[in-house]
């Protein structure tokens, strides 16, 4: 079974920078999708960002030109900058693995979250 463990949030102040790692216990080459997620007090778990086995990337609206998310195969971890950090974003951030099998079963992991905080 894949095993994620996600570090890096911590309490920052607007405008601020964090990156968040997101380390696999399997090479990520064999995984199909990694992505972030966050959910905030009182909201939907949103999807922030992916990226594929291929290194293609997608962003959410809201972190769009502030996020990037990355993948480092010889380190099996997959990062997220984010910069310009907004009160907005003050959430719960979780590493999202997927595998797929074969027809239309795939294979969801899911690490333990960090907390990220933006405020002055």
């Known amino acids: 079974q894949v095993q994620l463990q996600a570090f890096g949030g911590g309490l920052v102040q607007p405008g601020g920078s964090l990156r968040l790692s997101c380390a696999a216990s399997?090479?990520?080459?064999?995984?199909?999708?990694m992505d972030w997620h966050r959910q905030a007090p009182g909201k939907v778990r949103e999807m922030v960002a992916g990226i594929t086995s291929a290194g293609l990337p997608n962003y959410g609206d809201s972190v769009k030109g502030r996020f990037t998310i990355s993948r480092d195969n010889a380190r099996n971890t997959m990062y997220l900058e984010m910069n310009n950090l907004k009160p907005e974003d003050t959430a719960v951030y979780y590493c999202?693995?997927?595998?797929?099998?074969?027809?239309?079963?795939?294979?969801?992991?899911w690490g333990q979250g960090t907390l990220v905080t933006v405020s002055s």
């Open positions: 999202h693995a997927e595998i797929r099998r074969k027809g239309w079963h795939r294979d969801n992991y």
């Open positions: 399997v090479s990520i080459t064999g995984i199909d999708r």
